[in-house]
C-alpha cells in the first residue's frame, strides 16, 4: 500500500515505541531500588529488529534466486521482550538494583529516543515543504 510518508518513518516511530517501553522498565527498576529481593528487568528488541530487518553481521540478506521471496519487513511484528527471571532469592548487595547502572541506561536510550525524534522531525519537515511547494 502506498503510503504518504517514507518508508524509514513507520520503522522510526516502531523503534521510538520500543525505546520508551525500555525506558519504562528502567523506571521500574529506580523505582525498586530499594527492594533487596528485586532483580533489575531488561527490555531488549534490537535482535529481534535486526530479525526482521533481514541483517545479520555480515549486512543485509541477500536474495541469491530470482524465485525467493524478498523479505518484507513489518514494524508491528516487532515486539521485544522483557528479561526477568521468576528464580526467588533475596542475596544482600547481589539483588539489589545498580543506580550508576540504571542511570547509563536511561541516559543512553533517551539520547537515542532524542536522535531518532530528529529523524521523524526532519522527516515530517521534507513532506511539509513538499505540500506547501504542491500548493503553490
Known amino acids: ?18 525505546q520508551a517501553k525500555r525506558q519504562n522498565v528502567v523506571a521500574g527498576n529506580l523505582a525498586n531500588i530499594d527492594n533487596p529481593s528485586y532483580k533489575a528487568r531488561r527490555f531488549r528488541f534490537e535482535e529481534d529488529l535486526q530479525r526482521a530487518l533481514a541483517l545479520d553481521a ?12 524478498p523479505q518484507a519487513f513489518d514494524a ?36 537515542r529516543y532524542k536522535i ?3 529523524v521523524l522531525q526532519k522527516g515530517f519537515s521534507g513532506l511539509s515543504d513538499t505540500i506547501s511547494k504542491a500548493g503553490r
Open 58 to 69: 555480515s549486512g543485509p540478506m541477500r536474495r541469491t534466486d530470482e524465485e525467493h521471496l
Open 116 to 118: 531518532l525524534a530528529k
Open 76 to 111: 508491528q511484528t516487532t515486539a521485544g521482550r522483557l528479561d526477568k527471571e521468576l528464580e526467588i532469592r533475596v542475596i544482600e548487595g547481589e539483588d539489589s538494583v545498580d543506580l550508576d547502572e540504571e542511570m547509563a541506561i536511561q541516559a543512553k536510550n533517551a539520547m
Open 1 to 18: 500500500m502506498k503510503s504518504l510518508f517514507a518508508e524509514h518513518m513507520h520503522l522510526v516511530s516502531r523503534v521510538m515505541d520500543l
